[in-house]
């Protein structure tokens, strides 16, 4: 039985099949849904940047000018139609975590039984934490059990305005592990994927371990052939490397560079299966090119890209192949799966924080796994 029974609808029970993604219903039915959402949320325009840049990877923006976070979302797939939804569910949930969380409650970690350690969130650096310290706390719920719990509303809520006061830097705060979709356990399971992602990309950054040269092509797909393809004939060399992650699952890392415009770009992509995790990468790598290109993103900073590619190892053609795990029934054995994983590899239960509202109509999800690692530089 699922252990995540209480998060399920009648539409998870299968999932739909989609080039370099899996989802609970198709793009038409999703387009419908964000579409509706778009003028709640204060979208404006939904533009097309792919032909931009001469790659041809599918990249939209959609423009949300009162954002109290970033005014441009980018989206990225390996179809204009995937990417269009793309980038409007990612300034869909930013609209949600950017509007007010009244606190359950205020009080300091110690008078509260969390079941879990407060300290294995991810922390700003330096951080004032400590067990007396006073926090707003909203309501979370274990992914291992269901159990309702509390998590700080900082590690859930994220928004750019100034602040007012003194504020004491406590947690990391950030986008990671936020998410939306069809379903919430479609939202639940891309926002896991991401936390495992980030956690993958910081140890390979900060350690040792430089993971795998891999060969794309070794892995049989037509979508990520497709994609080399393009890759190839705009003449940009792309090199990919599979990272390890504590949760066994595929990783990869992607840099892409030619002559015509020589900084360096990278992306990154975590999933069950190794096809559709090495697609985001590409896909990514590309949408991070055209973000510089199009100048449009109110977060871009000179030589960030060069700089982060900086520590990305040489490499040389060819590399290892790709072995692909089987493919799973549901949207909810895959969550099930991932969230085994990354209770074990963390050292704790993953939570979820269920930030949906009825009003807009799409379920978002904001996933925290204590233990976990991120750091800026993966953003």
Known sequence: MS???WLQSAADASKVLLPGTDRAVGPARTLEMAGRAAPLVGITRVADITRLDHIGIPTFQAIRPASRTLAVSQGKGVTPDLARLSAMMESIELWHAEQPMPAHTVSPPRELDLGYDVAALPLSSPTVLHEGLPIAWVPGRSLVDGSETLVPRDTVAFRLTRKTGWNAPVFFESTNGLASGNTLVEATLHALYEVVERDAVTAWLTGRDKGELVDALSIGSPVIDVLC?????????????????PTGLSVFVVRITCDDY??????????LSAEIALSRAITEAAQSRLAYISGARDDLKAGAQRQLA??????????????????????????DDVVKRAAVAFGHA??????????????VARVLAPGSRVIPEVF
């Open 3 to 5: 252990r995540t029974t």
């Open 229 to 245: 393809e393009l890759m190839a004939r705009a003449r940009v060399t792309m090199e990919c490397r599979s990272v390890p992650s």
């Open 262 to 271: 020589p900084p360096p770009f990278m992306g990154y992509g975590c999933h």
């Open 310 to 335: 900086s520590e990305y190892p040489a490499l040389v053609e060819g590399g290892a192949g790709i072995q692909e795990a089987p493919a799973r029934g549901s949207l909810v054995d895959d969550l």
């Open 350 to 363: 993953p939570m979820v924080a269920d930030l949906t509202r009825a009003d807009i109509g799409v379920p």
